[in-house]
């Protein structure tokens, strides 16, 4: 694999990705379960619409974090994903395969919202937390930067359930 899609590999955090869309259908599950009747396409556009987005995040987060990563011990939660590091890219590759990744997901969600059943609501929870995973590292609210880390994590993490945002995955009954 050459070295630049690597790289753009490891600062996705996959196994990240991946707990993003458990969580997401951990949340569906909690729904349904408490009467909701699952929409698979809406299931669906909701979290094809998610991952681009997230992965956004954690490009923004690899660039506006990696003077710190670099110094720190990294755990499978913490610390960012060591490309930048190991390959020594300049951190502006990280800001660009953010706006990439962010565009892309823009793009995805606004085709899900226009062809198929993804509702408003869901495009606005989804707006509101990549906003706040990019004001996580990034300016001007710099939230880690400013003792939030420890309230945006959970809060960010919980959005992307569909338990939050019923109307993303499921219509009820």
């Known amino acids: 694999m050459p070295r630049r899609l690597w790289a753009v590999w490891k ?8 707990l993003i869309l458990i969580v997401y259908l951990l949340g569906a599950t909690i729904a349904a ?13 909701g979290a094809t619409a998610l991952l681009p987005l997230a992965a956004s ?6 660039f506006a974090d990696h003077e710190t990563d670099a110094r720190t011990d990294r755990t499978p939660f913490s610390g960012g994903s060591g490309a930048l590091a190991a390959t020594g890219f300049d951190p502006t590759f990280a800001l660009r395969a953010a706006q990439t990744a962010l565009l892309v997901g823009i793009a ?9 059943s ?4 869901s495009v606005g929870v989804l707006a509101l937390i990549t906003a706040f995973g990019w004001q996580y590292s990034l300016g001007p609210l710099a939230l880690a930067w400013r003792g939030w880390a420890n309230s945006t994590t959970p809060l960010s993490a919980a959005s992307y359930s569909p338990s939050t945002v019923p109307a993303s995955s499921m219509t009820h009954s």
């Not at 600062?11 to 991946?18: G, I, N, T, V």
């Not at 995040?57 to 690899?62: L, S």
């Not at 993804?118 to 609501?121: D, G, K, Q």
């Open 108 to 116: 995805t969600t606004t085709l899900l919202f226009t062809l198929t």
């Open 33 to 45: 379960a408490n009467g909701a009747t699952l929409a698979p396409r809406r299931l669906v556009a």
């Open 118 to 121: 993804l509702p408003a609501t």
């Open 11 to 18: 600062m996705a955090r996959p196994s990240q990705l991946l």
């Open 57 to 62: 995040v954690h490009y923004a987060n690899e």
